[in-house]
């Protein structure tokens, strides 16, 4: 990266540390993390349980809060703002897709896209969420509850929801935990294609090697540190570097 | 311990805030029911030690044996006695003293102009007995009255009318008398019997006053003496009376005075509570149920686990209700212990806003324990019980399914037994109104629609909810959606939620709309039948009050704006056997102030032996022009009169009409209830007013109102019913709010993911505050409007029932001001309760609430 002015990131950490506990209880679920999520990219964070990969998300999606080190989006820093701010954030500037439980049941497809949309009290751009409800391929379901849907369509309707705002950003966090592997595909395919043809950012957590393999970089958290970064993945040579964790280094 | 007993307790201490609701309504409730029973009981033998003491000195009463009783009044009419009787009882051996005890209305008049008391207690004036044994009051301060004009007045009374000795002011008896404060008196200890107040004069002043003729008293007090008892008295003195005179014993004379206060007062007054402890209970009976629904519905899994792990259905529904049992005892005897708290803090309560409540230890009684206990824990396991059996019900498999939120909506059979209830309701009601006037018939009508709108309820709250919140998602968008579409989630638990705000809010409204009636009927009564231009009254209620001079209709005549002045008095006779209340007047006058409807016969010439009747108490007694009708006096004597006439309208001319002359032989202390002026042509209102008004400041200041004033002030002791209906019911309201607190606080614990997730895709804690707070809203919306109408139809039923029921017209009157009130505080009610679990739902931590396992 000779060229720094041409990368912007859309979100990044630095020396980013969050304990839990204290005393003997302590537990140092990030140690001094520092990393950048470029703009226009696709992003998976992975390590194994309790490496830190989704506090470490929490932490730079604002719904959680360093213990010390920034977490900044685009050049907002996160640390100095109030949960108010906060909270308009997250709205005006982030979107998210949850392993499950992403819908509220008493919203329609539609108005469960537009949620965010909506409680900011704006109208968004409605030629762009015409097209991703094209994109995920539910037009025929937009008036449907989401108990009426199965769990790939829900989560291809999270995709949409989190897509709606055009935000600077989408969190993923573990976004296939609850599907089988053929919904899964869809939804990372989804994803990939939203982030390569709109030229938005992702990042997702998961700690699958075939998810992460849809990815332009998977960054690897171990014990609370970024330790391995990967361009152009794929699932074996994720799997092997997976594998390399196992062994004692 | 039992795995039932054990699993219970456990899931009560893990869930403590979950019953807190519970916990606090049937505390409430059994407090309310408490206080009420331990007041009552307390209040009762306060009087009883407090007219016992007061008349431990009188061992013997001796008075006229007969009373006349008019229909509404308990304590009767006596003829009086003659004072001449008291030398021949002294005579008798064992006799020490005997003293006339002559009673009459006085109403004294204030330092400010305005009259003592007269709102309810009796104000009384007599003579002070000098045996100081034999006179219930004992002089506290200054002496006895020994010359005219000079009075004795009870220490109560002096306060309120800030009087004090040496001070020289009017006794209305109701001719004004000016009299002369020389002495304070306090009764049984206290400042006056409860709010009665006692003026007392000399013999002579109080025979010239208070009776009719010379030489009567109402009754004469003897004291035994040493070693005679009160029976041997009583049978020592018998002998001696008259025909148609008896004696009584001190003590049968205190108990009677007693059960007068508790037939009188005390059994409304505690009635009246009970019957609002009743309310408050029933609106607590939904509460609870819908609590124990609630959280059955939230550990599905919990009890399908238990019931896949091998726990009999028995078991399970063992638990719950060994939970509504340990909740049920707790907040009974705290309750208990609550009420009686209640009472005692009235007792202090009460003297400090100068009502003396007398002294006495507080009263309870086994029955005023058990009840409240039994009536709370019944009430709450009777409410847990059906959730008891659906938890037994629960399916193992339900442990794997993915929610066990109850959404189960308004079935098909509940619509249909709904919609039959109401019709039955409707038919019963419309029947017993208009077809076979009942109030029996329409009442059973009104608990059948009642129980056709809790049926209902889960059917109406869907499509109510939905109007009632269709302004909301256009002024509070999706915040306002959001809160709509909440609430519209599981109708059964909304509807069950406001039908406890539902029922508060119709008992509100159903006295509202009764009230407004009332007073509508005293407007259609005054504007129909006097035709006078002002009315001169005392403004008093109930037994208080000593009426006009009956002079003043006199001077008011003879005014020369004045055409007719006519005073209405009243008088008592039995007429054919029966007691009745006689209107004592000029009928001439009277035809000419009062709209009397069509009559038969003519008003004019009923001279000494004529008398008028109304066509409805002519009809019950078979009567007709022409006929005659034997009446007997409290003097016991008995004329026959000839019926006159027979007119249309009783309402304030009273049922029997007969002329001052033909009542001047039978007269005891008169008074005149009400005069009717009206002015010759061309005399303005007020200038007319203004000098009635000269003439009756004259006559102890008595107040002149014009039509309008009089219709309005005829209406004022229903302000005060509403008023203390309102404080009553405002608990009720209050259970009901408390539950709906409760349920969105349940509703909020089990929607936990879901508010997390709003919160993060950027929903605000205002946001969040807001929602959860219109939910409420709509959801106390939704109980005030059917509450509203409920009320306004039972309203409805009441007063035409009571049209029915009775001889005069009434009016339906529903007062949109008060109702638009009424529903604006069930919405700000709403908007209250909902402010805690609005709170508590924004302090959820977002991660906590979206982490997915």
């Known amino acids: 990266m000779t060229t720094a002015t041409t990368v912007r990131t859309a979100a990044r950490v630095v020396d980013a540390v969050k304990v839990y506990g204290r005393g003997d209880t302590e537990v140092r679920a990030l140690d001094g993390v520092s990393v950048d999520f470029p703009v226009g990219r696709f992003t998976a964070i992975m390590g194994p349980s309790g490496s830190g990969k989704s506090t470490l998300m929490h932490c730079a999606a604002g719904l959680d809060t360093l213990t010390s080190g920034a977490a900044v989006i685009g050049d907002t820093e996160l640390g ?81 929801r989190a897509f709606a705002g055009r935000p600077d950003v989408v969190f993923a966090d573990e976004p296939t935990g609850n599907l089988d592997s053929r919904s899964g595909d869809e939804v990372l395919g989804l994803l990939g294609r939203t982030v390569r043809q ?29 330790v391995d970064r990967m361009e152009s993945p794929t699932a074996d040579k994720v799997l092997d570097r997976m594998k390399a964790f196992e062994v004692p280094s | 311990m039992n795995a039932a007993v054990r699993l219970s307790v456990s899931s009560l201490r893990a869930h403590k805030r979950r019953f807190a609701g519970t916990f606090f309504a049937v505390f409430l409730g059994v407090a309310f029911l408490a206080g009420t029973l331990v007041m009552g009981d307390t209040l009762r033998a306060s009087f009883d030690s407090m007219f016992g003491s007061a ?89 006895a ?457 003519s008003l004019r010439g009923l001279g000494t032996d004529g008398i008028a009747i109304t066509r409805s108490e002519a009809d019950k007694q078979h009567l007709t022009t022409g006929e005659r009708a034997r009446l007997t006096f409290t003097d016991g004597r008995t004329q026959t009169f000839t019926v006159r006439a027979v007119y249309g309208r009783s309402e304030l001319a009273g049922d029997y009409v007969i002329t001052r002359a033909a009542w001047a032989p039978h007269r005891t202390q008169d008074a005149d209830s009400l005069i009717a002026v009206s002015f010759k042509d061309g005399v303005s209102t007020d200038a007319g007013k203004a000098a009635v008004q000269k003439v009756a400041d004259r006559y102890g200041n008595p107040e002149v109102q014009t039509r309008d004033d009089y219709a309005q002030s005829s209406a004022g002791g229903i302000d005060m019913m509403l008023t203390l209906v309102y404080a009553l019911l405002a608990l009720a309201v209050l259970i009901a709010l408390l539950g709906i607190a409760n349920t969105l606080t349940l509703a909020v614990h089990e929607r936990t993911r879901e508010l997390g997730l709003l919160r993060a895709v950027g929903q605000t804690r205002s946001q969040l505050r807001a929602m959860v707070r219109w939910e409420s809203v709509l959801v106390a919306a939704f109980g005030t409007v059917g509450g509203l109408g409920l009320g306004a139809f039972l309203g409805w039923v009441l007063v035409k029932a009571s049209d029915g029921a009775s001889d005069s017209a009434f009016a339906f009157a529903i007062p949109p001001v008060q109702l638009v009130i009424v529903a604006l505080v069930g919405l700000a009610a709403g908007a209250l309760a909902g402010l805690r679990p609005a709170r508590r739902a924004a302090r959820l931590d977002v991660l906590r609430a979206i982490a997915t396992e």
């Open chain 2, 145 to 601: 009255p020994q010359k005219s004009g000079e009075v004795v007045v009870n220490r109560g009374a002096a306060k309120k009318g800030d009087l004090k000795i040496g001070d020289t002011t009017t006794l209305r008896t109701p001719d004004p008398v000016k009299v002369t404060v020389v002495g304070l008196a306090t009764f049984g200890g206290e400042d006056g019997m409860a709010q009665v107040t006692f003026t007392g004069m000399t013999r002579a002043d109080a025979e010239k006053y208070l009776t009719a003729r010379p030489g009567e008293a109402a009754s004469i007090k003897v004291r035994a003496g040493p070693g005679v008892g009160e029976k041997e008295l009583v049978d020592r003195l018998t002998p001696v009376l008259p025909k148609g005179v008896e004696a009584i014993t001190g003590q049968e004379s205190a108990e009677e005075n007693t059960d007068m206060i508790s037939s009188q007062f005390l059994s409304i007054f505690t009635t009246f509570l009970l019957v609002f402890s009743g309310i408050a209970l029933l609106v607590a009976t939904f509460s609870i149920h819908n609590t124990f629904a609630i959280v059955v519905a939230q550990r599905t899994r919990e009890n399908a686990l238990l019931r896949a792990l091998g726990a009999s259905r028995r078991q399970v529904t063992a638990t719950t209700l060994v939970e509504a049992t340990v909740v049920a005892v707790a907040a009974s005897a705290a309750g208990l212990a609550g009420g009686i708290g209640i009472a005692a803090g009235l007792q202090t309560l009460f003297p400090a806003i100068g009502f003396p409540f007398p002294d006495g230890n507080l009263v309870i009684s086994v029955l005023s324990m058990v009840l409240p206990l039994a009536v709370g824990i019944v009430v709450c396991l009777g409410s847990a019980l059906l959730p008891a059996a659906r938890a037994g019900r629960t399916a193992p498999l339900a442990a794997l399914r993915e929610t066990a939120v109850d959404t189960s909506g308004a079935s098909r059979t509940r619509a249909v037994t709904g919609m039959g209830l109401a019709a039955l309701a409707v038919a019963t009601t419309l029947t017993g109104v208009l077809v076979s006037p009942s109030i029996w018939l329409a009442a059973f009508g009104a608990v059948l629609a009642l129980a056709a709108f809790v049926v209902l309820g889960p059917v109406a709250s869907t499509s109510a909810v939905r109007i009632l919140g269709g302004p909301l998602d256009r002024l509070r968008g999706v915040t306002g959606g959001l809160a709509r579409r909440n609430a519209l989630r599981s109708p059964k638990r909304t509807a069950a939620t406001a039908s406890a705000l539902m029922i508060g809010v119709a008992v509100v409204s159903l006295f509202t709309v009764f009230g407004a009636s009332l007073k509508a009927t005293m407007d259609q009564t005054v504007s129909r039948s006097f035709a006078g231009d002002v009315a001169v009254s005392t403004p008093s209620f109930g037994a208080g009050g000593s009426g006009l001079s009956p002079r003043l209709a006199g001077a008011i005549q003879q005014i020369p704006e004045v055409d007719t002045a006519v005073g209405l008095g009243r008088g008592v006779a039995k007429v054919d056997g029966e007691g009745r209340a006689l209107t004592v007047t000029d009928p001439i006058a009277l035809e000419r102030t009062f709209d009397l409807g069509k009559v038969d016969g």
């Open chain 1, 80 to 160: 100095s703002l109030d949960d108010r701010r906060l909270t308009l954030l997250r709205r005006d500037r982030v979107g998210f897709v949850f392993q499950a439980f992403n819908l509220v049941p008493t919203l329609t497809v539609a108005e469960n896209i537009t949620l965010p949309l909506d409680l900011a009290g704006g109208r968004g751009d409605p030629e762009w969420i015409d097209a991703l409800i094209d994109v995920v391929g539910l037009r025929d379901r937009l008036h449907h509850r989401p108990t009426q849907l199965s769990g790939g369509q829900q989560q291809r309707v999270a995709v949409a």
């Open chain 2, 55 to 143: 008349t431990s000195g009188t061992d013997a009463v001796v008075r006229s044996a007969d009373a006349i009783t008019t229909p509404g009044d308990s304590q009767g009419v006596r003829q009086p006695v003659r004072t001449d009787l008291v030398s021949t009882l002294q005579d008798v051996p064992g006799v020490a003293a005997a003293a006339p005890d002559i009673e009459g209305a006085g109403q004294l008049v204030g330092k400010n102009g305005k009259p003592v008391g007269g709102q309810g207690p009796p104000t009384l004036a007599g003579n002070w007995i000098t045996d100081s044994e034999l006179n219930p009051y004992q002089l506290a301060e200054g002496r």
């Open chain 1, 198 to 226: 709109t030229a938005r950012t992702v990042v997702m957590v998961t700690h699958d090697p075939v998810a992460a393999a849809h990815a332009d970089e998977v960054v690897f958290l171990a014990d609370g540190r970024l």
